[in-house]
Every structure is written in C-alpha cells, then in structure tokens.
T-cell receptor, first 113, second 112 residues
Framework: ETGVTQTPRHLVMGMTNKKSLKCEQH?????MYWYKQSAKKPLELMFV???????ENNSVPSRFSPECPNSSHLFLHLHTLQPEDSALYLC????????????FGEGSRLTVL | DAKTTQPPSMDCAEGRAANLPCNHS???????VYWYRQIHSQGPQYIIH???NNETNEMASLIITEDRKSSTLILPHATLRDTAVYYC?????????????FGKGTKLTVNP
C-alpha cells in the first residue's frame, strides 16, 4: 500500500469509446504524475502537475487529456485511442517537484481493441 | 535518454547478498543516484538515493564510487520477494522539475 490508488485496475475499450483513469493520493503531496509503460519499453513520463498546475506535457497526443482538480486527484481522460495505446498507465505523487522520491500506484492496465 | 547503464539481468541465491551495478560516467556534480524497483505488474517502488556518500536504509545499501561514475545497490539478504526489475536513475535536485527518466533496468531473479 503506497498511498496512491488508481482505478480502474483494468480497462478494455474500443477505439471510439471515451473513458477515464482516476488517481488519488492520501499522502499530502503536491506533485502528481502520469507515466505510460508499454510492453518491452521503459516507463515514459507523460504529464506532471504541481499544485494543480500542469508543468510538463511530454509531447503526448491530444487523445490523452489530463485533469487535476486538486492536489489529491488526477485524471487521465481517454478518447479515440489506438491499439498501440494499450499499456500500463501509472500514476505517481511526490511531496514536490524537487524530490525524486515518487510514490507510484499499482497502475491501470488499458487494452484498446 | 537514460544516463545510466545496467546489466539486463542477474541471478542471486536466496539468502545471499545481491549486488546490482550501475554505470553513470557522465553524472554531474549536482545529480543524485536513485534506485527504484518494479515487481511484476506493480508500480515502481522507491528504494534509496544518494549523492556521494554511501547510504543505507531498511531496504538496501547504496555504495557510490569516489569518482561517482558508478554505484552498487546491495540487498544484503535477498529473498524471493526481491525478484524484480531494478532501475538506477540519475537525477538533478536543483529544486526544479527534473524528470525521473527510467531506463530498462536490471531484472534480478532470486532463486531458491
């Protein structure tokens, strides 16, 4: 139990669907992150939020739309995805941007048909 | 791109020490060495980090060479639950938004 909870743990969606991934942290952290882990590839940083403000968008396609309503919650809205977007999506949080000690959730396994 | 080089895989016998090497020959003076691990189908877990002094916590020890160009993560008494991919990451801590860039890591298999 890391204090970072992701839902759903598994998601299957068609290319025309719209779905959302949710991340919640109870650690009092101010920074939150989305990472993508495709099969046989290293983790890729997608987005970074600090105090609800986006500070990093790592050239992520617009079919991925993040939302951070407060420092405890982070969403990743998905629409018109492609099969190659199938991956493990990991949320993480940290006390702030200055630290490299991130706390990761268990991930949401996404399959796009 | 990751700034570190790690062997792709290692094996260790249960109960023995696991010594995982990492080369980071281009490390800068203000960059820290971080270690994470990822057990299959779980999120990465922070283990330890250091700048130039050796560090120890309840999980592991980190030995950094004097020239800081390489380091070793030591799991003193490996258990089967330590089987995971171990990532060595170099990251600056300037107070800005330094990214944590994961490479391919070392897959450690602890054998009974």
């Amino acid at each position: 139990e890391t204090g970072v909870t992701q839902t759903p743990r598994h998601l299957v969606m068609g290319m025309t669907n719209k779905k959302s991934l949710k991340c919640e942290q109870h650690l009092g952290h101010n920074a939150m992150y989305w990472y993508k882990q495709s099969a046989k590839k290293p983790l890729e940083l997608m987005f970074v939020y600090n105090f609800k403000e986006q500070t990093e968008n790592n050239s992520v396609p617009s079919r991925f739309s993040p939302e951070c309503p407060n420092s405890s919650h982070l969403f990743l809205h998905l629409h018109t995805l492609q099969p190659e977007d199938s991956a493990l999506y990991l949320c993480a949080s940290s006390l702030g941007l200055a630290t490299g000690e991130l706390f990761f959730g268990e991930g949401s396994r996404l399959t796009v048909l | 791109d990751a700034k570190t080089t790690q062997p792709p895989s290692m094996d260790c016998a249960e109960g023995r020490a696991a010594n995982l090497p990492c080369n980071h020959s281009t490390i800068s003076g203000n960059e820290y060495v971080y270690w994470y691990r990822q057990i299959h189908s779980q999120g990465p877990q922070y283990i330890i980090h250091g700048l130039k002094n050796n560090e120890t916590n309840e999980m592991a020890s980190l030995i950094i060479t004097e020239d800081r160009k390489s380091s070793t993560l030591i799991l003193p008494h490996a258990t089967l639950r330590d089987t995971a991919v171990y990532y060595c990451i170099v990251r600056g801590d300037q107070g800005g938004s330094e990214k944590l860039v994961f490479g391919k890591g070392t897959k450690l298999t602890v054998n009974p």
